[in-house]
């Protein structure tokens, strides 16, 4: 059946190629892609260092189509696997990479009217070999998530909830202790101001602005939850270069031992500087 098909579809190019041409054209133009690669100081994630407040690169790649519909992949180092973690590692070999993989829907001014939708699944993925110290059927860090949010002009609302029985690390044990942590959800509201289209000069400058809600859900996990929130500035040159820097922080207490890896609260204040290029 295949080579049939394939013979008609060779007899069919030959008798009509300029039809054929066209088409791959038009369907070519639907999809695009675009990506991106930097330099962080550290790797911040919902107001927590990922990397102990070291150098992170990361980059992703994103396959877009003129229907809104999307794919991509995301990647960076990380260190939280490997950090002690109550005296161990959560991981014994690997855990050095953080892979999120993602498909959505997305649609930007919708009818002109600024407002626009995104929605979407993500796959959190952290390769690597679980401490044989630990492998009494703890938790997985691996997590799925749910995603929608919606916007209006440089304003969104977004939302996201997990869909698996773990969230990070949080979750019931093999040993029947704990709460499965489905429903954790992180809800936040996200301003990127044009500055520069206001005031002139650095027509690429945007103020960032972030407050965020992680909210763990089963009784053994809620201890977890906490609040973040970021301020910053970028500046987005014709080139496709992305300077920035910006300050977090939470409202995690150095007392809470949930979020204490190598002895220190990953939740502290700190700053971020990075560059990165688009493309």
Do not use: C
């Amino acid at each position: 059946m295949r080579k049939s098909l394939i013979t008609i579809a060779v007899l069919g190019a030959l008798a009509a190629p300029s039809f054929v041409f066209a088409a791959d054209a038009a369907s070519a133009s639907d999809f695009t892609t675009s990506g991106a690669a930097g330099l962080f100081s550290q790797y911040i994630f919902r107001g927590l260092t990922q990397t102990d407040r070291k150098p992170a690169v990361q980059a992703n790649f994103d396959i877009n189509h003129s229907s809104g519909l999307y794919l991509g992949i995301w990647s960076s180092n990380v260190s939280w696997p490997r950090d002690s973690y109550g005296g161990s590692p959560v991981y014994s070999r690997g855990g050095s990479q953080e892979i999120d993989i993602y498909a959505g829907f997305k649609k930007d001014d919708i009818a002109k009217s600024g407002f626009g939708i995104d929605f979407g699944a993500l796959q959190y993925y952290y390769p690597g070999t679980e401490n044989p110290a630990n492998s009494g059927g703890n938790p997985k860090l691996n997590t799925t998530e749910l995603y929608g949010a919606i916007n209006y002009h440089w304003v969104q609302a977004k939302i996201s909830s997990v869909v698996s029985k773990d969230a990070w690390g949080f979750g019931k044990y093999g040993n029947g202790s704990g709460n499965d942590a489905d429903g954790t959800y992180y809800a936040e509201l996200n301003a990127n101001v044009p500055i520069g289209e206001y005031m002139g000069g650095l027509k690429g400058l945007t103020g960032i602005f972030h407050i965020a809600r992680q909210d763990f859900k089963g009784a053994a996990n809620e201890a977890a939850s906490y609040n973040d929130w970021r301020l910053g500035l970028q500046n987005a040159f014709d080139n496709g270069m992305v300077v920035g820097a910006y300050y977090t922080d939470t409202n995690i207490k150095d007392t809470n031992t949930l979020w204490l890896y190598n002895g220190k609260n990953i939740g502290d204040s700190t700053g971020t500087v990075f560059v990165q290029k688009t493309f």
